[in-house]
């Protein structure tokens, strides 16, 4: 009997030679993929990231328009204001209006002296300090989309009927006072304030801002006339003079603050 073992046909070999080049090509992609993890140009791992985020990171997007803040968040040094008065002087319109048959009162609490209208502040959300002043492009400022609201309102009135805008509200980043009118729904584009006009008169932590045009929107032109049976309002006439004033206050550390920070 021949003990001699029956040799191992050669196909055997190629498919242990094939398994062999398969483990090594899967073993340098595995290895290729560690090494490019370190680096620091990671576009396809990025891409990758965005398909699979959050389904509501859109709503966020479009709720902060600013990817560089977070939500709610404020960037080191952010200058903001804290406005505890705002102030609407109609010396420039009250005379002509009257003339007119146009008077002007305010709604409880606000306030007048004279031609002072003294608007109560309610809430000042958001008002970045750079907002009304000279910035500089390089230092890559920011603007808020802060808000001031006010409580009472103003009153126009003549001897055909009346108009009332309650709960004024100033939304800075587009620069109008909005308001609410009794048998319409949301608010009306009152007045447009003319920013760039207005001059800044700080002193220390006070906030101050004051001149600022108040101007008649098309849109309240046609309410005013049409609710009060006058032809005394136009399109960008401007109604009074509006001042601002406030707290001033940094979120968070200054810019030269985080520079000299020690790096983790």
């Known amino acids: 009997m021949d003990d ?3 040799s191992r046909p050669a196909r055997h070999f190629w498919l242990a030679g094939i398994t062999l080049l398969v483990w090594m090509l899967v073993g340098g992609w595995l290895l290729a993929s560690s090494i490019s993890d370190d680096s620091d140009d990671p ?3 990025a891409a990758a990231t965005a398909e699979a985020r959050d389904p509501g990171a859109e709503r966020l997007e479009e709720a902060n328009p600013n990817p560089s803040r977070p939500e709610g968040g404020l960037g080191p040094g952010d200058c903001l204001v804290d406005v505890r008065g705002t102030r609407l002087d109609l010396t420039r319109s009250r005379e002509e209006l009257e003339k007119r048959g146009v008077y002007t009162s305010t709604v409880w609490p606000t306030t007048r002296r004279g031609d002072n209208v003294a608007l109560t ?3 000042s959300y958001r008002v970045n300090c750079l907002e009304f002043g000279p910035v500089d492009p390089e230092a890559g400022t920011i603007y808020l989309d802060g808000y001031i609201g006010h ?4 009153r126009f009135a003549t001897d055909s009927g009346q108009l009332e805008i309650r709960r004024p ?3 800075v980043s587009n620069g109008t006072l909005d308001g609410y009118v009794t048998g319409f729904e949301g608010t009306r584009p009152f007045f447009n304030l003319w920013w760039s006009q207005g001059v800044r008169a700080d002193s220390g932590d006070t906030f101050r801002l004051q001149g600022i045009p108040v101007v008649v929107t098309r849109e309240a032109a046609s309410l005013l006339n049409q609710t009060l049976s006058t032809a005394a309002f136009f399109p960008g006439t401007v109604i009074g003079e509006m001042a601002l004033a406030g707290t001033i206050r940094l979120a968070g ?3 030269a603050d985080e520079a000299e920070r020690p790096a983790p």
């Open 151 to 154: 409580r009472g309102g103003i």
């Open 169 to 171: 509200r100033i939304n």
């Open 253 to 255: 550390p200054s810019a």
């Open 4 to 6: 001699a073992k029956p």
């Open 43 to 45: 576009p396809e791992v």
């Open 121 to 123: 502040v309610a809430t």
